[in-house]
Structures are given as C-alpha cells and as structure tokens.
T-cell receptor, first 111, second 118 residues
C-alpha cells in the first residue's frame, strides 16, 4: 500500500525551514527518502531503519516514529538547490524487501 | 564508477506494439528494480531482480515482464502497448538487494526511458 505524503506541495523562500511527512498504515521496517529534480533521476537522500536513530546530512535530516508508522523529513535553512520533488519510500511487512513510494511532495525554493 | 544507464532514452510506439527497455546497473550491483513514473501516480514499483531471479513484483498486468542476465543487466518488456503505458520507466540498481534484516539498500536510479504510446 502506497504511503501518504503531506503536504502535496510547498513553496519556500530561501532560508526558511520545511517539514515533509510520510505515513503508512502498515508496520514499517524502513523509510527511504529521495529527491528528484525536474527532468532528472531520483537521488538517494537517506534511509531510516526500524530501531535506528535519526539520520541526516548537511541541513537535511529525518526522523522515524515506528509506533506511528511515520517519518518526517526536515529541511533547514532551505537553499535554491533544495527545489524538487521529494519521495518517501516504505518497506513494510506486507512489502517485504521492496520499496513502495509515496506520490511525492513538490518543494519550490524561491529567492 | 559509471552510473546506471538506460537505453533507449526516448521511444515512441503505437498501440498494440511491444517494446523492450534495457538497464545496465552500476558495476558490482546485483539488484535491479523497475519503476513506472507518471504525473498522477508517482513512482510505481514494477519488479525487482536479484542474481537473475525475480524476487518481487508489483501490481501490474502480465503484459509487463522482465529478466536479468548473468552480468546483472536487465531488460523490461511491455507487450500489446496501451495508451496508458505512456510513462517514464526508471530502473534502479542496488548493491546488495536485501540484507539479513530484510532491508532494502539505497537505490541508484538511471535517467529513465520516456515511452510514448500513440
């Protein structure tokens, strides 16, 4: 079952923060985050594993709440380069060892 | 290392025809997954191959099939094309498939093949 992402779209000014949420009705093993710029392939950002810690690099981090089957992606002090569509992918007990992606969240950072 | 390559990059076909898409994973990667991407549906999982075996399959009709060769290169075939098959088809390679805990490793996507069915 496809995870749900919110918001569907968001527009930010440079330097502002954003949060993208991903939720599933199934118990999750892991959550994957990817970013895709227009006309390009999705790029891996991070994986959060069940029982693992919050991960992040640079000013992009994420958390994984196993009990609520939710993950959030945090973008701090957004830059123009953060623009793109963010996909979360989930691996759950019913989709063992394959990743099911959400519909995506479009993020636009403007000067 | 060279990235994931897909050929052809663009394809125009007519309804009823069939098409074969090719994907070469990153050297050393043994897992290849295929996804269909459309504006309304996002990334839809088609199937995943590991060491020439299909391990997972999404909810697509039997017209969609694939295979993987001993060098890990993979092909996807769509028979009896329909207008609704128009999409960007992405393949993604992963080094290890599934680890002992059953977790998928990070995937590296190719540029995709843009298929247009008229």
């Amino acid at each position: 079952q496809q995870p749900v992402q919110s918001p569907q779209a968001v527009i930010l000014r440079e330097g502002e923060d954003a949060v993208i949420n991903c939720s599933s009705s199934k118990a999750l093993y892991s959550v994957h985050w990817y970013r895709q710029k227009h006309g390009e392939a999705p790029i891996f950002l991070m994986i959060l594993l069940k029982g693992g810690e919050q991960k992040g690099h640079d000013k992009i981090s994420a958390s994984f709440n196993e009990k609520k089957q939710q993950s959030s992606l945090y973008l701090t002090a957004s830059q123009l380069s953060y623009s793109g569509t963010y996909f979360c992918g989930t691996e759950s007990g019913t989709s063992y060892d394959k990743v099911i992606f959400g519909p995506g969240t479009s993020l636009s950072v403007i000067p | 290392k060279a990235g994931v390559t897909q050929t052809p990059r663009y394809l125009i076909k007519t309804r009823g025809q069939q098409v074969t898409l090719s994907c070469s994973p990153i050297s050393g990667h043994r897992s290849v997954s295929w996804y269909q991407q459309t504006p309304g549906q996002g990334l839809q999982f088609l199937f995943e191959y590991f060491s020439e075996t299909q391990r997972n399959k999404g909810n697509f009709p039997g017209r969609f099939s694939g295979r993987q060769f001993s060098n890990s290169r993979s092909e996807m075939n769509v028979s009896t094309l329909e207008l609704g098959d128009s999409a960007l088809y992405l393949c993604a390679s992963s080094c290890c498939g599934v680890n002992r805990q059953g977790k998928v490793h990070e995937q590296y996507f190719g540029p995709g093949t843009r298929l247009t069915v008229t």
